[in-house]
């Protein structure tokens, strides 16, 4: 550490950073525009100026700019120096001359970072009266609003945009003070990232175009710490809400995970909650109709149907812990189903086996970025973990800080390091089927059968490990590579193996691991990653339970009166004649979701469940990380959360009252299903039936827990009365909902602070800082841990720090087959896309709207045969020939457009399961027919 002087007040600070990033850390108010911590610095804005003095006998001193000035120990600066503060005020009037001045109807008023810097430096009245400069603005697709006029020129959005994210559809156009940032022409952005802009830009340049259709201001809206729930990532977000509706969803940081940025998908996907598919009430199967009934009379219907035959529950991937543990409660853990079916199951459970035991370490997101070798052994994470892509698209640059260390350039001088980078070799090997988004970045790519991408997998553990089995039969091509691979990997310090379950392939995995295993031996800061596909999918293997192929077999033999399905569409699951011979062979069904399914058709008895923003639950990420989400709106009943769903049906079936009654809050010391009444009573059951998930007791503060001897607040302290939302029905004061599940109160009233615990962070604002850049004085270090400690509990243990054994190691020998292309089938493989396979985001109109239509993908020679068949087919039409191709799987034929991949071997074929295949086991060989169809097909 070293101290450095502010204005006369002697600060502790770090060497290796700037004046700016050191005056913030110290609690100073400095004004900056283009200086983000993610970002680094390019001294754009001139606004964050300081007089800096030579020594104490140096009374004059010059102005520098902080984000570009290293930090020196004994460094004397002055924020408040009359010649520094003159500067600012200058830069600031300048920037505003073109400025609109519009706060009242923007929308980023109230949170505006412009807002907080004009009012901090002082600036206070418009001289300029002349001809302001205009722009024309753009319609840049469902998700980012685009008001030029508002720009300020700090170039963050670019920068962010380009630099960080890695897209290349959005640049800055002009010279000089006539500027524009936006897209060569008016279009959709394709950057998977592009909704950070909204917090990025400092300014109403870039805002949420979805939020814009429910706008409330900042004060207005209430906000919850939550995680989101559309991958297995776990990144952390903060939901806003206002009349009990959602209105948008916000980055909430966690140095480990999500940091600043969250992806579309994620920032977006929440539409569903709101969504006409909601289920609002509980319904029942009358005379064929269905019809709307109360809850004691569905709770009577089940206790009727219950007492014939027994009771299976099938629990879901994207259900909370909590959920999933009361359903198994409910009906027993031989009559429990995780309603995944046994390829899916085994590849998670496989995961879950394989990290727990990996001999080295199990990085964070945020650690994968130092790694300065990556391998990815058949995933596409940028569809099927985007965040954690964007980390590894960051871990590229470690050559780069490299270099910059030998050079002596500081890491946050970004446009210098940047430039060091050019020269530098990169250390990312892609290996998978079919073209990713990391391809451009990558030292090697390869597009290879899954089988053959797992046998180089295996070969490049035994280059590195003799131990690890050897591979027979080989390439050449592929024995160089494999050469190559492993040469870098072992030269590595912190070496990194990513793999998954896209593709269903457990050879896949296991070939990752034995990497890893083989790497540990030499270094243990090798690291293993393993993408699972749902939020809580690494909760549910950690649970267990039986596959939807056992659950058929109990049917079959008649040993199921009654299925309690929750929160699983189990048509995504099961082809249509497996779920109809399901369907026959039990008596009744019970769904309880919060969205209208296919399966909800036929069911005897739905019950709706709550919303991930209308409860307070748990998720395990695919790191093992246990997370919180908590309460942000308050659904009217009889809507309630699916365990307090599964207790009322307990409660029925051992004939209690079950009519509904106010929840007191108390914890009773019943710890049976039917003697719950608030979340943690549910989370001190699962601790005892589970130790292994009894961390996830600790992920937050209980319900009891008060701070300053208050509730937390949702809103913020500047938040309108109650009564004015009501005050067209009546000026008396509503009571706030209340939930026994949380620490909060539903208003303004309560405690907050900078210190408070990071899982309970509602949103982030303090005195002058009101845009998301308050969040600095949250961290103990600007980029660096929260003040109120991590948010989430790591279930797995942390190997870091022992000394890897590969001997120690058990290497799989169950090496596959070599692929080898047929003329009379092809390998039909999943394609996963980041808008458009997830069920629940698809539900949002936003992301709808960026969804693809379905489509074949087919490699080069396949497409040939296509555009062969349908010119064939349409001999003497007039129309223009469009191809189609004619899946035959097991569920019959499936007829789709066919569209050229390029870099897709020959022999494999992508299709989008989650829209024609449902229960297709991946990967499969299956026959293609090509024809031109009778119309447009798309």
């Given at each position: 550490?070293?101290?450095?002087r502010?204005?006369?007040?002697?600060?502790?600070?770090?060497?290796?950073?700037?004046?700016?990033?050191?005056?913030?850390?110290?609690?100073?108010?400095?004004?900056?525009?283009?200086?983000?911590?993610?970002?680094?610095?390019?001294?754009?804005?001139?606004?964050?100026?300081?007089?800096?003095?030579?020594?104490?006998?140096?009374?004059?001193?010059?102005?520098?700019?902080?984000?570009?000035t290293?930090?020196s120990?004994?460094?004397?600066?002055?924020?408040?120096?009359?010649?520094a503060?003159?500067?600012?005020?200058?830069?600031?009037?300048?920037?505003?001359?073109?400025?609109?001045?519009?706060?009242?109807?923007?929308?980023?008023?109230?949170?505006?970072?412009?807002?907080?810097?004009?009012?901090?430096?002082?600036?206070?009245?418009?001289?300029y009266?002349?001809?302001k400069?205009?722009?024309?603005?753009?319609?840049?697709?469902?998700?980012?609003?685009?008001?030029?006029?508002?720009?300020?020129?700090?170039?963050?959005?670019?920068?962010?945009?380009r630099?960080?994210?890695?897209?290349?559809?959005?640049?800055?156009?002009?010279?000089?003070?006539?500027?524009?940032?936006?897209?060569?022409?008016?279009?959709?952005?394709?950057?998977?990232?592009?909704?950070?802009?909204?917090?990025?830009?400092?300014?109403?340049?870039?805002?949420?175009?979805?939020?814009?259709?429910?706008?409330?201001?900042?004060?207005?809206?209430?906000?919850?710490?939550?995680v989101?729930?559309?991958?297995?990532?776990?990144?952390?977000?903060?939901v806003?809400?206002?009349e009990?509706?959602v209105?948008?969803?916000?980055?909430r940081?966690?140095?480990?995970?999500?940091?600043?940025?969250?992806?579309?998908?994620g920032?977006?996907?929440?539409?569903?909650?709101?969504?006409s598919?909601?289920?609002?009430?509980?319904?029942?199967?009358?005379?064929?109709?269905?019809?709307a009934?109360?809850?004691?009379?569905?709770?009577?219907?089940?206790?009727?149907?219950?007492?014939?035959g027994?009771?299976?529950?099938?629990?879901s991937?994207?259900?909370?812990?909590?959920?999933?543990?009361?359903?198994?409660?409910?009906?027993?853990?031989?009559?429990?189903?995780?309603?995944?079916?046994?390829?899916e199951?085994?590849?998670?459970?496989?995961?879950?086996?394989?990290?727990?035991?990996?001999?080295?370490?199990?990085?964070?997101?945020?650690?994968?970025?130092?790694?300065?070798a990556?391998?990815?052994?058949?995933?596409?994470?940028?569809?099927?973990?985007?965040?954690?892509?964007?980390?590894?698209?960051?871990?590229?640059?470690?050559?780069?800080?490299?270099?910059?260390?030998?050079?002596?350039?500081?890491?946050?001088?970004?446009?210098?390091?940047?430039?060091?980078?050019?020269?530098?070799?990169?250390?990312?090997?892609?290996?998978?089927?079919?073209?990713?988004?990391?391809?451009s970045?990558?030292?090697?790519?390869?597009?290879?059968?899954?089988?053959?991408?797992?046998?180089?997998?295996?070969?490049?553990?035994?280059r590195?490990?003799?131990?690890?089995?050897?591979?027979?039969?080989?390439?050449?091509?592929?024995?160089?590579?494999?050469?190559?691979?492993?040469?870098?990997?072992?030269?590595?310090?912190?070496?990194?193996?990513?793999?998954?379950?896209?593709?269903?392939?457990?050879?896949?995995?296991?070939?990752?691991?034995?990497?890893?295993?083989?790497?540990?031996?030499?270094?243990?800061?090798?690291?293993?990653?393993?993408?699972?596909?749902?939020?809580?999918?690494?909760?549910?293997?950690?649970?267990?339970?039986?596959t939807?192929?056992?659950?058929?077999?109990?049917?079959?033999?008649?040993?199921?009166?009654?299925?309690?399905?929750?929160?699983?569409?189990?048509t995504?699951r099961?082809?249509?004649?497996?779920?109809?011979?399901l369907?026959?062979?039990?008596?009744?069904?019970?769904?309880?979701?919060?969205?209208?399914?296919?399966?909800?058709?036929?069911?005897?008895?739905?019950?709706?469940?709550?919303?991930?923003?209308?409860?307070?639950?748990?998720?395990?990420?695919?790191?093992?990380?246990?997370?919180?989400?908590?309460?942000?709106?308050?659904?009217?009943?009889?809507?309630?959360?699916?365990?307090?769903w599964?207790?009322?049906?307990?409660?029925?079936?051992?004939?209690q009252?079950?009519?509904?009654?106010?929840?007191?809050?108390?914890?009773?010391?019943?710890t049976?299903?039917?003697?719950?009444?608030?979340?943690?009573?549910?989370?001190?059951?699962?601790?005892?039936?589970?130790p292994?998930?009894?961390?996830?007791?600790?992920?937050?503060?209980?319900?009891?827990?008060?701070?300053?001897?208050?509730?937390?607040?949702?809103?913020?302290?500047?938040?309108?009365?109650?009564?004015?939302?009501?005050?067209?029905?009546?000026?008396?004061?509503?009571?706030?909902?209340?939930?026994?599940?949380?620490?909060?109160?539903?208003?303004?009233?309560?405690?907050?602070?900078?210190?408070?615990?990071?899982?309970?962070?509602?949103?982030?604002q303090?005195?002058?800082?009101?845009?998301?850049?308050?969040?600095n004085?949250?961290?103990q270090?600007?980029?660096g841990?929260?003040?109120?400690?991590?948010?989430?509990?790591?279930?797995?243990?942390?190997?870091?720090?022992?000394?890897?054994?590969p001997?120690?190691?058990?290497?799989?020998?169950?090496?596959p087959?070599?692929?080898?292309?047929?003329?009379?089938?092809?390998?039909?493989?999943?394609?996963t896309?980041?808008?458009?396979s997830?069920?629940?985001?698809?539900?949002?109109?936003?992301?709808?709207?960026?969804?693809?239509?379905?489509?074949?993908?087919?490699?080069?020679?396949?497409?040939?045969?296509?555009?062969?068949?349908?010119?064939?087919?349409?001999?003497?039409?007039?129309?223009?020939?469009?191809?189609?191709?004619?899946l035959?799987?097991?569920?019959?034929p499936?007829?789709?457009?066919a569209?050229?991949?390029?870099?897709?071997?020959?022999?494999?074929v992508?299709?989008?399961?989650?829209?024609?295949?449902?229960?297709?086991?991946?990967?499969?060989?299956?026959?293609?027919?090509?024809?031109?169809?009778?119309?447009?097909?798309?």
């Open positions: 550490m070293i101290t450095i502010i204005d006369g007040r002697d600060c502790p600070s770090r060497p290796d950073i700037n004046l700016l990033h050191a005056c913030l850390e110290a609690g100073a108010n400095l004004p900056y525009f283009c200086w983000h911590p993610e970002l680094g610095s390019v001294g754009a804005c001139r606004q964050c100026a300081v007089t800096q003095f030579s020594g104490p006998e140096d009374k004059t001193g010059r102005i520098v700019m902080a984000c570009m290293p930090v120990d004994g460094a004397i600066v002055s924020i408040d120096d009359a010649g503060k003159e500067f600012r005020e200058g830069v600031i009037e300048w920037m505003m001359v073109s400025h609109p001045h519009d706060c009242p109807v923007c929308e980023e008023g109230g949170e505006c970072h412009l807002q907080d810097m004009t009012v901090m430096t002082g600036h206070n009245t418009r001289r009266r002349f001809t400069r205009t722009h024309r603005s753009q319609n840049l697709g469902p998700f980012v609003k685009h008001e030029m006029n508002r720009c300020i020129a700090c170039y963050r959005c670019v920068r962010f945009y630099d960080y994210a890695g897209g290349d559809d959005l640049a800055v156009f002009g010279s000089h003070d006539n500027v524009w940032f936006g897209r060569a022409e008016d279009g959709t952005l394709e950057n998977p990232f592009s909704g950070n802009l909204a917090e990025i830009c400092p300014t109403g340049v870039f805002t949420d175009k979805p939020f814009s259709g429910v706008y409330s201001r900042k004060w207005d809206l209430r906000g919850a710490p939550s989101c729930v559309h991958c297995a990532v776990g990144c952390n977000t903060i806003n809400a206002r009990e509706t209105r948008r969803i916000l980055n940081y966690n140095e480990d995970v999500n940091r600043y940025v969250l992806c579309d998908r920032r977006f996907g929440h539409g569903f909650v709101s969504a598919s909601r289920i609002r009430a509980p319904l029942r199967i009358i005379d064929g109709q269905r019809i009934v109360p809850t004691q009379d569905a709770m009577t219907q089940f206790a009727r149907m219950a007492a014939n027994a009771v299976v529950g099938i629990a991937s994207r259900a909370s812990l909590e959920t999933c543990f009361s359903l198994r409660m409910l009906v027993g853990a031989d009559c429990f189903s995780t309603g995944q079916t046994e390829q199951q085994s590849c998670a459970e496989l995961a879950h086996t394989l990290l727990g035991q990996h001999p080295g370490r199990l990085p964070t997101l945020h650690e994968m970025e130092s790694a300065d990556v391998l990815i052994l058949g995933e596409d994470v940028c569809a099927t973990a985007p965040r954690l892509g964007l980390s590894l698209r960051q871990s590229v640059r470690q050559p780069a800080f490299h270099a910059a260390d030998a050079t002596k350039v500081p890491r946050w001088m970004d446009a210098a390091v940047r430039t060091l980078g050019t020269e530098c070799a990169s250390g990312l090997f892609v290996l998978t089927p079919a073209p990713t988004d990391l391809d970045i990558a030292g090697e790519t390869r597009r290879a059968a899954p089988d053959d991408i797992a046998r180089l997998g295996f070969a490049i553990a035994h590195i490990d003799a131990g690890a089995p050897d591979v027979p039969d080989l390439t050449e091509e592929d024995a160089l590579l494999a050469d190559r691979i492993a040469t870098a990997l072992m030269a590595a310090k912190e070496p990194l193996i990513v793999s998954g379950m896209q593709y269903g392939s457990p050879a896949l995995m296991r070939a990752a691991s034995g990497i890893a295993a083989a790497l540990a031996g030499r270094t243990p800061m090798a690291g293993l990653s393993l993408v699972l596909p749902d939020c809580n999918s690494m909760g549910l293997a950690m649970l267990g339970g039986l939807l192929e056992s659950v058929m077999m109990k049917a079959r033999s008649g040993g199921i009166g009654t299925l309690v399905v929750v929160e699983n569409d189990l995504r099961l082809d249509p004649a497996s779920l109809a011979e369907m026959e062979a039990v008596r009744s069904v019970v769904i309880i979701d919060h969205s209208m399914t296919p399966l909800c058709q036929d069911a005897t008895l739905v019950l709706p469940a709550a919303a991930f923003s209308e409860y307070s639950g748990t998720l395990v990420s695919q790191e093992g990380r246990a997370q919180r989400f908590f309460q942000a709106v308050y659904a009217a009943a009889p809507v309630q959360a699916s365990w307090r599964i207790q009322a049906l307990a409660r029925s079936r051992n004939g009252e079950t009519g509904e009654k106010p929840d007191t809050g108390t914890r009773p010391a019943a049976g299903l039917t003697g719950w009444r608030t979340l943690d009573d549910v989370l001190a059951a699962l601790a005892w039936e589970f292994a998930l009894a961390g996830a007791v600790k992920t937050a503060p209980d319900a009891a827990y008060r701070l300053e001897n208050q509730k937390l607040r949702s809103q913020t302290y500047r938040a309108s009365g109650r009564t004015v939302i009501r005050s067209h029905i009546s000026v008396r004061d509503q009571p706030p909902p209340a939930s026994p599940d949380t620490p909060f109160s539903s208003s303004m009233e309560g405690a907050y602070t900078t210190d408070m615990p990071s899982p309970l962070v509602p949103g982030f303090v005195p002058s800082w009101n845009s998301v850049q308050a969040l004085r949250f961290q270090e600007i980029g841990s929260m003040r109120g400690g991590p948010s989430g509990v790591r279930l797995f243990a942390d190997r870091t720090h022992e000394n890897g054994n001997t120690q190691y058990s290497y799989s020998a169950d090496i087959e070599p692929f080898t292309p047929r003329n009379d089938a092809v390998l039909v493989l999943p394609e896309r980041l808008f458009g997830e069920e629940l985001s698809m539900l949002s109109p936003p992301v709808a709207a960026r969804a693809a239509p379905a489509s074949l993908r087919v490699s080069a020679r396949n497409s040939a045969s296509a555009d062969a068949g349908a010119a064939s087919a349409s001999a003497g039409a007039d129309a223009t020939p469009r191809a189609s191709v004619t035959h799987l097991t569920d019959g499936h007829v789709l457009p569209e050229p991949l390029p870099g897709l071997p020959d022999g494999i992508l299709c989008p399961s989650h829209m024609v295949a449902p229960g297709f086991v991946f990967p499969r060989l299956a026959h293609l027919t090509f024809a031109a169809p009778e119309g447009d097909r798309s």
